[in-house]
């Protein structure tokens, strides 16, 4: 009488091709953003990190009480704004870096659970390097 064991490099070929299916049918971890606004303030981990002032349409993002950058409204767009200078548009749920699409609004909300000015002024000061 024989048996039929299966060797252990074929266990271990099953149990991959088992953990492949597994991560497939579960699909990809969807992480949940780093910072939330709560209020005017932005948080990370509990602790206010930036500090939101708006004023009609436009905001400012402050850190430690220092202007970090701007959103201005421009017509249509808003223009993300460093020291005067704009940086960034955002219009119809993207992010615009001289007139090409730089980024989404919605990739940005990934990051930033904030409404979409808020998290793509933030999203855009992260990517030039100004903030954290």
Not at 43 to 51: I, L, M, R
């Amino acid at each position: 009488m024989t048996h039929d064991h299966a060797s252990p490099r074929r266990r271990a070929g099953v149990l991959a091709v088992a953990l492949a299916l597994a991560t497939m049918i579960a699909g990809p971890a969807v992480a949940s953003p780093e910072y939330k606004c709560k209020d005017n303030r932005v948080e990370k981990s509990g602790s206010t990190k930036f500090t939101v002032r708006r004023s009609g349409t436009d905001l400012t993002i402050e850190k430690s009480g220092s202007t970090q950058g701007k959103a201005v409204q421009r017509g249509s767009k808003m223009a993300v704004e460093v020291s005067g200078s704009t940086k960034a548009t955002i219009e119809n749920g993207k992010i615009y870096k001289s007139g090409s699409t730089w980024g989404t609004v919605a990739d940005a909300q990934k990051q930033f659970d904030c409404d979409g000015t808020v998290a793509a002024t933030l999203w855009v000061l992260f990517q030039l390097g100004i903030l954290p």
